[in-house]
């Protein structure tokens, strides 16, 4: 069984008219002892996931 296990995780955020979708049906494991990079460019939610893994947010 994973440390930490997500699936089909979602996160959207309303901006004016617009809506935005950062995280679209997310599936991730990451394992005990495990060395995970989060990569990519701005803008597309890495530090939402984050937040939400946390619990400082939800999905
Ligand atoms: N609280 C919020 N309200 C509205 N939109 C948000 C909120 N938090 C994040 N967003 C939007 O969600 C998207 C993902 O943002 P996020 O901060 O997760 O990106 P990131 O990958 O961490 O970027 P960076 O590399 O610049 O830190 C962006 O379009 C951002 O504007
Ligand atoms: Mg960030």
Do not use: H, W, Y
């Not at 994973?2 to 679209?24: N, Q, W, Y």
């Not at 997310?26 to 619990?55: A, W």
Request: with cysteine; glycine share 12%; charged share 20%.
């Amino acid at each position: 069984m994973a440390l930490l296990e997500l699936r089909g995780v979602c996160k959207s955020f309303r901006k004016g008219d617009e809506t935005i979708t950062p995280l679209d049906n997310i599936d991730l494991d990451i394992q005990s002892g495990e060395f995970v990079s989060l990569m990519g460019p701005s803008g597309t939610g890495k530090s939402t996931l984050l937040n939400l893994v946390s619990g400082i947010d939800s999905p």
